[in-house]
């Protein structure tokens, strides 16, 4: 059984459109993830939820929404895709804010 | 500002030689330091982890060691194999509430056989 699966593992799309990213974990995890690792795979967080409440927020663009229904989902919502967001969007989790973060496979994100 | 500086930026080995990477921080307070394997088009995976009082953790090949007076990591990988290419990162949680993670941006190491 996978994890933290993610999906969809890949997703080209246009420029302006908008765009979800889904992301579910069965480790039983409090914590949840997004982070972004752009083409020269340097990885960024972005987000982090702790039982569905936002602790982490790094100046991500509003266009950027994450969405915690509840603790073992955290979903990506992209408003107003842009050239500079193709990249690999990693969900991962965690027990708690300071253990080991288990990631999913990446969403390759390719904008055109 | 909280910083992780990894290298060498990249690294070629020969199959079955040895290789040292290294990880400098100024992350503070510190609570623990992670080395991640990313294996090209897959998540990063974890190695080990490093709390303030370890100077050594081995992880089969691998062996990790932190000085934290000098604020240094280094990751050894010993008797490189193939599988072994891959980007090695460098974590570092601070212990806010937050426990918020700075990450290096990576050494990428390719076996060549």
């Known amino acids: 059984d996978t994890a933290v699966s993610q999906t969809p593992k890949y997703l080209v799309t246009q420029m302006g459109n908008d765009k979800s990213i889904k992301c579910e974990q069965n480790l039983g995890h409090d914590t949840m993830y997004w982070y972004k690792q752009d083409s020269k795979k340097f990885l960024k967080i972005m987000f982090s939820y702790n039982n569905k409440e936002l602790i982490i927020n790094e100046t991500v663009p509003n266009r950027f929404s994450p969405k915690s229904p509840d603790k073992a989902h955290l979903n990506l919502h992209i408003n107003s895709l842009e050239l500079g967001d193709s990249a690999v969007y990693f969900c991962?989790?965690?027990?708690?804010?300071?253990?080991?973060?288990?990631f999913g496979q990446g969403t390759r994100l390719t904008v055109v | 500002k909280n910083q992780v500086e990894q290298s060498p930026q990249s690294l070629i080995i020969l199959e079955g030689k040895n290789c040292t990477l290294q990880c400098n921080y100024t992350v503070s307070p510190f609570s623990n330091l992670r080395w991640y394997k990313q294996d090209t088009g897959r998540g990063p995976v974890s190695l080990t982890i490093?709390?303030?009082?370890?100077n050594t953790k081995s992880n089969g090949r691998y062996t990790a060691t932190l000085d934290a007076d000098t604020k240094q990591s280094s990751l050894h990988i010993t008797a490189s194999q193939l599988s072994d290419s891959a980007s090695y990162i460098c974590?570092?949680?601070?212990?806010?509430?937050?426990?918020?993670?700075?990450f290096g941006d990576g050494t990428t190491l390719t076996v060549k056989p």
């Open positions: 490093m709390t303030f009082s370890e």
């Open positions: 991962a989790s965690s027990r708690g804010p300071k253990t080991e973060a288990f």
């Open positions: 974590v570092v949680r601070d212990n806010t509430n937050a426990g918020k993670s700075t």
